[in-house]
Every structure is written in structure tokens, then in C-alpha cells.
């Protein structure tokens, strides 16, 4: 038989397209599919929106603003740091917000630099302004962020002045001579001497000091270090300003002890008055602010006191009620008692301790003594 007769006989056997059959599928096979590929899709968003959140949001009990997280924060090195400084957990957490909000990566190398630690508390001054939602509010998260910048203040570094030329220009200074302390600013520490105001005598006019006496002049520097030295009188000159002193630079310079706040020079028109106190019948004691308004300049300013110069006589122990007017018209109040007094020329200069300070008014005093308002 030939081929093409046997492929006539036996023709190929295969199925028809008709007889192929598929696995059928029930519906209970059809919802277990979907629940499954639905999960999936959630849990894909879940992780989705995580990310973001951690990505582009930290937001504690108090404080709202968003921000992008940065790489890179350590945060056990900033636990550490908290730790060593006493802070709580809602201040550690202030601390956190503080450094995040302006990108930092590095916490201990920001929390050892003045500099680094006022552009980060100065941004996260101006963000908390931005974003608080009531005054009260605005209040409590400003009064917790000035608390950690002054126990930071109180906690940096070591003696950074070496010498009399890093004495701050225009800054408050004590001139000491024969045992008595006279007031001076500083107008210059450049050049081969050291510039100060002549001081007054007890009758308004310029001591009369012979050159090469020896003095103690004592500063502070813008971080609240004190310093002292040991200088002789060069000469004198007169001014457009008034009678100077010049005195011999020094290397020999003494450690004081911190104070235990910022303190700021500046010259601020101020009103006080005459507190009194009374004992009631009941035996506690009133405070009674009297009429009689006195007048004067701040010459200083802390969070715990001031200088005010003044030509009313006020004795030490006096109490007073401060008040003076920010340039955005708000008013600073507080309760003082006036520490000791000094005389400059015609003028008085009392130092006040503050006794009682209203948290708005001590907010603002802070960001005054930090300069973070413009």
C-alpha cells in the first residue's frame, strides 16, 4: 500500500476545538480570589501611607508643624544628651521638634555650638508663632522651649576668652579701682587698648585717676561667661560721647562664675512704681502698688532681673512693679526687688532681682535677651 493511501485510512486523531474542557470554578473559589487580592492592596496602601507619614510629619502632644524627616538623626545620641541634662519627656520631645524642624542630623555637635543652637531655636521660635492655634497655647509651648534653651545656656563649654580683645564692644563692664566698683561700657576692644567710659564720681564729674594705676575690669561675654582681669590706666581722651579711659590689653584673664541666665545690653524706657507690703487680718500678706510713677532706663536684662539706670533715689530691698513697651506694643510687667543700688554721676543704677514674672512677659523677655524677634 502506498504512503498516501495508508494516510487516507488513518486520518490524524486529535480533539475537536469543541471537546476541550476547562476546571470550573465555584463561587466560593471566586471570593476567596478577591478577598485575597483586595488585602493585598491594602496592606500595600497601609505601608504607603506610613511611609509618608514618617516621611513628611512629626507631631507630638503639643506641637503641630510638619516637617520632612531627615536621614540620618540619631536619636539615641539626643536621648543621651536629654538624659545628662535633666530634661523630662515633653521637654526631650521639644528638644527633638527643635533639631528636626531645621534639618539637623548631628545633635551633639548643634547642642555644642551657640551659634548652631540659636538658628535652630530661633526657626522653631518663629514656626511655633505660626502654628499655635490659641494664645494659651501659643504661651505654653514658648515657655517650654525658652526652659531648655536657658538649661542648654547654662550647660555650655568652657572659658572662651583668653583675652581683652575678645571683651563684646558696646557691653556693660565693672571697673574696679581701690576697692570700689564703678559701672562702664565697653566701647572698644580693637586696637592696642582697651576703650571704656571714664567713670563718674559721687558728684557727677569724671574720677580723677593717675596713669598707670592699676584696675580690675569684669564682663561678661554674650553667653553669660564672666570675666575678670587685671589692667593698668594708659590714658584718657575726651569724645563727642563723653570722657574714655584707656586701658592696657590682657592675657591674664579670670574665669567668674556663669550666671544662671542670658543677659542682654540695651536701653529700654521703662516705668515702675513703689510696692508695699501689708499684712491682712487674717494675717497674709497684700501687695499694695502705689500711684507715684518713677521713671528710668533698662540698661540690662535677664530673665531673672535688671539694671535700671535712674535719677529717683529708690533703696535697696525696695520692691517695684516694672513695666515697659516692646516695639510690637506688647507690655512686659514684673515684680522686682532692687538688689543693691550704685551710683553713676548724677544718676542711680539699681540691680533688681525679678520676683514674679507673668509667663507671656517672660516669654517675651527671653526672646528679647536671645534676639529672636526681628
Do not use: W
Not at 24 to 32: E, N, S
Not at 80 to 104: C, P, Q, W, Y
Not at 307 to 314: D, F, G
Request: some cysteine; aromatic content about 6%; overall charge positive.
Amino acid at each position: 500500500m502506498s504512503i498516501l493511501t495508508s494516510l487516507a485510512i488513518y486520518p490524524l486523531q486529535a480533539r475537536r476545538p469543541t471537546d476541550l474542557t476547562l476546571p470550573r470554578v465555584t463561587v466560593d473559589q471566586a471570593l476567596i480570589f478577591l478577598y485575597v487580592v483586595g488585602a493585598v492592596i491594602l496592606f500595600m496602601v497601609i505601608i504607603t501611607i506610613i511611609r509618608k507619614r514618617s516621611n513628611i510629619r512629626f507631631l507630638s502632644d503639643n506641637y503641630r508643624p510638619e516637617f520632612e524627616r531627615k536621614r540620618g538623626f540619631s536619636l539615641f545620641a539626643l536621648n543621651r544628651v536629654a538624659g545628662k541634662l535633666g530634661l523630662d519627656r515633653e521637654k526631650t520631645k521639644m528638644l527633638e521638634f527643635v533639631l528636626r524642624n531645621d534639618g539637623v542630623t548631628d545633635p551633639e555637635r548643634s547642642l555644642n555650638s551657640p551659634n548652631l543652637l540659636d538658628r535652630h531655636f530661633k526657626r522653631a521660635f518663629r514656626t511655633i508663632e505660626r502654628t499655635s492655634i490659641s494664645e494659651e497655647e501659643l504661651n505654653n509651648r514658648l515657655a517650654t522651649l525658652f526652659s531648655i534653651r536657658n538649661t542648654l545656656e547654662s550647660n555650655m563649654g568652657k572659658v572662651t576668652a583668653t583675652s581683652t580683645r575678645q571683651v563684646p564692644e558696646n557691653s556693660a563692664a565693672v571697673l574696679e579701682i581701690e576697692g570700689k566698683n564703678y559701672p562702664v561700657r565697653v566701647i572698644s576692644s580693637r586696637g592696642d587698648s582697651l576703650i571704656v567710659e571714664k567713670p563718674m564720681g559721687s558728684s557727677g564729674a569724671p574720677l580723677r585717676l593717675p596713669r598707670g594705676s592699676k584696675v580690675n575690669i569684669s564682663f561678661f561675654t554674650k553667653s553669660s561667661k564672666g570675666f575678670s582681669v587685671e589692667s593698668r590706666i594708659l590714658g584718657f581722651a575726651d569724645t563727642a560721647n563723653g570722657p574714655i579711659l584707656q586701658l592696657v590689653h590682657s592675657g591674664q584673664i579670670k574665669k567668674l562664675s556663669n550666671r544662671r541666665f542670658r543677659r542682654r545690653q540695651t536701653v529700654i524706657s521703662t516705668a515702675f512704681f513703689l510696692v508695699r507690703v501689708e499684712e491682712g487680718r487674717k494675717k497674709e500678706k497684700k501687695m499694695i502698688v502705689e500711684k507715684q510713677k518713677f521713671s528710668g532706663n533698662i540698661m540690662d536684662i535677664s530673665i531673672g532681673g535688671c539694671s535700671i539706670k535712674t535719677n529717683s533715689l529708690i533703696r535697696a530691698g525696695q520692691r517695684l512693679k516694672i513695666e515697659f513697651t516692646r516695639e510690637d506694643d506688647s507690655i512686659v510687667v514684673a515684680l522686682g526687688e532692687v538688689l543693691r543700688t550704685e551710683r553713676s554721676g548724677t544718676s542711680t543704677i539699681m540691680h533688681v532681682k525679678f520676683l514674679k514674672v507673668p509667663r507671656k512677659s517672660l516669654n517675651s523677655i527671653n526672646a528679647m535677651v536671645y534676639d529672636y524677634t526681628d
